[in-house]
């Protein structure tokens, strides 16, 4: 990282901002450090990583308990993570007897059920969102939601609910799902602006040619103000207001964005392959975790129902009809390579978290990441023992290396609680959890 001896004026960042879009700051923007500076506080990030159509849960679930848990097939990938692994066993997600697909992806992170309408939405705020109202004072984007799966395979839904349940695990509030984006370019984009590349040359080129934003605003409103009646000035001050929270946002990021980008070129769009895709969107989320724009982002490697197919691991089949494997070895397997190669594609997004340096540790070690299903034995619809592991240090509130096995009958939504909690955000009740995990207290 270069520090310079002075930082750039206010002024001049504002002029980063062109037609409003928020870029992270440039190493010059930030003052000179000193002396006698001291690490920057590790800030904790929220992440989700969802897969759909189920599990296998055979080849998920480990049989012992504790320290010793020995690490199963679809587990394997990850083995080098086990000491800040932690298998969470025996919740359950709320259940329903319609829209199985609908409310495993629903109830993930909202503990609800979805109502049976193909309109008027209903089922409840997620945890992601509860984190980013937090968090989001103090970034310049509150979370982002992604996936890999397109929101356009209408009649691929369950019958009567609406296929905004299936494609997305993000919800604003009980009748506002939050959209997935599936396509880097724009990401990228809502990241980083129009610039096409992270390189801070062209992004120096672009604050210098651009005219600052809030100056143009304030001068265009002073003039206008002269011309126009009471409502209409009203109306001036109301968007007055909303470019100067866009002018609070880059502040904010004056204290954050002190650490230097890799350089990285605009993506063209989706890759021709899953692989590709998947690689690309953590390589992007890893990005926004490293230039502290947000702090939140959720993930869907697949929506319920899924039809994907996986021929580059051999198995050119539909992953949801072959997800109802109805204990047929062979069908199986294939449901099992399919897990297991998710979680090897996960792992390439463990080992870019580790290897990315975070205050005094890495980003891994101050975030909170979920990785699981809505629904556990995919053939049987079951919403009872959900797969869910924990990653992360949580920024010294997680202790991994262990596999927790809870009593029948444990709902999900204590794990919701007990998150919200390690994240820094009590509260009282969720979804009708009133207390949080006990096992998971002192980890």
Not at 40 to 58: E, H, S, T
Not at 189 to 194: P, V
């Amino acid at each position: 990282m270069t520090i310079f001896k002075k930082a750039l004026p206010r002024r001049t960042v504002l002029k980063g901002l062109g037609a409003g879009v928020a870029l992270p700051l440039l190493d010059s923007m930030i003052p000179a450090l000193t002396a006698n500076a001291q690490v920057a506080k590790p800030q904790k990030r929220f992440g989700v990583v969802y897969v759909p159509n189920g599990m296998a849960m055979k080849s998920w679930t480990p049989a012992s308990t504790g320290i010793d848990f020995e690490v199963t097939r679809i587990l394997e990938p990850m083995a080098d993570y086990k000491d800040r692994m932690l298998v969470i066993t025996g919740l359950n997600g709320a259940s329903s007897n319609a829209g199985v697909h609908a409310s495993a992806s629903t109830r993930f992170l909202t503990g609800a059920i979805p109502a049976r309408v193909e309109s008027d939405l209903k089922a409840g705020v997620s945890i992601d969102q509860l984190v980013a109202r937090k968090t989001g004072q103090e970034t310049q984007l509150g979370s982002i939601e992604l996936a890999l799966d397109q929101n356009d395979v209408f009649g691929s839904c369950d019958i009567g609910f609406s296929c905004q349940y299936t494609s997305t695990i993000s919800w604003r509030d009980a009748t506002t799902p939050l959209p997935m984006e599936v396509n880097p370019r724009l990401v990228f984009e809502r990241l980083f602006g129009d610039i096409g590349t992270t390189d801070p040359v062209i992004r120096q080129q672009r604050i210098r040619n651009d005219r600052s934003l809030l100056d143009a605003v304030s001068d265009r409103v002073a003039e206008l103000n002269r011309k126009v009646g009471p409502s209409d000035r009203a109306k001036l001050d109301q968007y007055l207001d909303a470019v100067r929270d866009v002018e609070r946002r880059i502040q904010m990021a004056e204290a954050q964005s002190y650490r230097e980008l890799p350089e990285v070129a605009q993506p063209s769009g989706v890759p021709d392959t899953y692989e590709e895709h998947s690689k690309l969107m953590f390589d992007l989320q890893v990005l926004a975790y490293q230039t502290d724009l947000t702090r939140v982002i959720t993930f869907m490697l697949g929506r319920e129902l899924s039809g994907r197919t996986y021929a580059e691991i051999g198995v050119p089949d539909s992953h949801h009809p072959t997800s109802h494997h109805r204990d047929d070895p062979v069908l199986y397997e294939k449901v099992t390579k399919i897990n297991e190669f998710h979680t090897r594609l996960f792992t390439y997004y463990l080992d870019k978290l580790d290897a990315t340096e975070d205050a005094d540790g890495s980003l891994l070690d101050n975030m909170l990441l979920l990785y699981g299903a809505g629904m556990s034995d995919s053939n049987l619809h079951s919403n009872r023992g959900l797969p869910l592991v924990l990653f992360g240090g949580g920024a010294g509130s997680l202790q991994g290396g262990r596999h927790l096995r809870y009593k029948e009958g444990t709902q999900l939504t204590k794990l919701h609680l007990t998150m919200l909690e390690k994240m820094g955000i009590p509260v009282e009740e969720f979804s009708g959890a009133t207390e949080p995990l006990d096992l998971l207290a002192n980890v």
